[in-house]
């Protein structure tokens, strides 16, 4: 009973381990939080070099490009210090000014 306990508890530590590590990656990958009440998009940090949009062309390479047609308002980080071309363009529906959080 008591080496069950144990490797069952050895097992849920190694998982956890695990989950915090995926979650930490993640959160270094994040460029931008989106909140769907508000339809506020959070930029976080400067976006890829790679980014472009191209609406004749059909191509949105940015993080929020699922969420362009949606955003009202834009919210741009303290640290972010550069966005690619185009990077709000098309955004319809976007009614407030760029401001710094």
Same mark, same amino acid.
């Given at each position: 009973?008591k080496?069950?306990?144990?490797l ?24 931008? *939080?989106y %909140?769907?009440? /508000? $339809? ?5 940090? +400067? *976006?890829? %070099?790679?980014? /472009? $949009? ?5 191509? +949105? *390479?940015?993080?929020?490009s699922? $969420? ?7 919210v741009?980080?303290?640290?972010v ?8 363009s ?8 760029l401001?710094?959080?």
């Open positions: 009973m080496k069950t306990l144990a069952a508890l050895a097992v849920l530590m190694v998982v956890a381990a695990f989950a915090l590590f995926a979650v930490n990656v993640s959160a270094d990958d994040e460029y931008f *939080t %909140d769907e009440e /508000t $339809y506020t998009l959070y930029v976080l940090k +400067d *976006t890829p %070099d790679s980014c /472009t $949009y191209n609406s004749s062309e059909g191509i +949105d *390479t940015y993080p929020w699922e $969420y362009r047609q949606d955003v009202v308002e834009v741009v980080g303290d640290e210090t550069k966005l690619g071309h185009a990077a709000f098309s955004c319809a529906a976007l009614e407030k000014e401001k710094a959080a």
